[in-house]
């Protein structure tokens, strides 16, 4: 009786009829994606990582965000760096703004943003409150964080083409800015709200002549991408693993050391070192089939705050307003 008759008239059944091109085939799957990515399947598990990383800090992140604070009326000066009389002054004036205008601008001071940028706190905020009219989108949110000493003018989308960016820059830099360095902080806030309402009309100009700017040098996030990139470029021609770790590692601490940006920031550039050091030196080389490179997203994680309905005792509540991210940021 002969082995097959033993088990049945069965043979055991076989993966494939021939495991030797099973394997060559394997083999050149792995070529090909070594071809088409610029790296093999072992960075797999260290690009999952870094995404499992990124989504718990991004929860962590999100979870020990700072509250958005209730809104209480135009003036929400929970630093205490205004004044009892500038607060009523500035009360009636952005009252009676609203009333003739329909624009809606609000002040809001903080003891401290706990790490988090002033640009992400302040979207947040506009989001929550709605501030401005829905459908005009008529809102400014007039953000200073004491500790920090960092200022922020958010501007509706409705008034962007107002109120642009370089006007509120240039409110922030030559109105507001100088007072609050000689300590006359009620005074930066009764003379940016002014600013503000005139450049909501149009009528805004410099309280005195700008002074002849040096150069300007590039920004700060923009020069450490482009040393990063040379050096990133530099090691990832030896080895894409070293270039990947070392931009993982460090273009973050550089930031964390040159410019002291918040938990997200850090994380995004984690990323974005890591992706430079895998992927520059094959856009330089003209490898990956020209799809070398990877974007990450650049805007930060944004809590919901909170919503919008406050009860202030006065019935002061924002009107629906939308903001994009409109407007610009200073320190002094």
């Known amino acids: ?21 099973n394997r060559y085939e394997t083999t050149n799957r792995l070529k090909d994606c070594e071809m088409y990515y610029g790296f093999r399947t072992p960075w797999a598990p260290l690009l999952i990582i870094f995404s499992i990383v990124f989504a718990v800090l991004s929860l962590a992140h999100a979870a020990h965000a700072l509250e958005v604070p209730p809104l209480k009326g135009y003036v929400n000066d929970y630093a205490n760096m205004i004044s009892k009389p500038a607060q009523s002054k500035l009360e009636a004036e952005l009252k009676a703004f609203e009333r003739t205008d329909s ?14 940028t002033i640009e992400e706190f302040s979207i947040r905020v506009a989001e929550a409150w709605k501030i401005g009219q829905k459908g005009k989108d008529n809102g400014i949110v007039f953000l200073v964080s004491a500790k920090e000493k960092r200022i922020r003018i958010e501007v509706g989308r409705g008034l962007e083409g107002r109120l642009t960016d370089l006007t509120a820059g240039r409110i922030i830099d030559l109105v507001v800015k100088p007072r ?22 149009g009528e805004f100009k410099a309280e005195e002549a700008k002074p002849a700017r040096k150069g300007r040098s590039l920004s700060p996030i923009f020069t450490l991408l482009l040393f990063a990139g040379i050096g990133l470029l530099f090691l990832g021609s030896f080895s894409r ?11 973050p601490g550089i930031a964390f050391l040159t410019i002291g940006p918040s938990l ?18 094959l856009l330089f080389s003209g490898g990956g089939h020209g799809r070398g490179g990877t974007f990450l997203p650049g805007g930060g994680f944004f809590g919901t705050g909170g919503g919008g309905n406050f009860d202030s005792g006065g019935g002061f509540g924002g009107g629906g307003g939308d903001f994009g991210g409109g407007g610009a940021s200073g320190d002094w």
């Not at 601008?105 to 706990?114: A, D, N, Q, W």
């Not at 693993?241 to 273009?251: C, T, Y």
């Open 1 to 21: 009786m002969t082995a097959r008759t033993k088990m049945g008239g069965q043979r055991p059944a076989r993966t494939s009829a021939n495991p030797t091109m």
């Open 103 to 116: 624009t809606q601008l609000v002040i809001l001071t903080i003891p401290s943003l706990e790490g988090e």
């Open 180 to 201: 609050f360095k000689r300590g006359d902080f009620s005074g930066g806030f009764v003379a940016g709200v002014s600013a503000l309402i005139d450049a909501t009309k």
């Open 241 to 251: 693993l070293v270039g990947g770790i070392a931009g993982a590692i460090g273009l």
């Open 264 to 281: 997200i920031t850090l994380i995004l550039l984690g990323l974005l070192g890591s992706a430079m050091g895998i992927f520059l030196p």
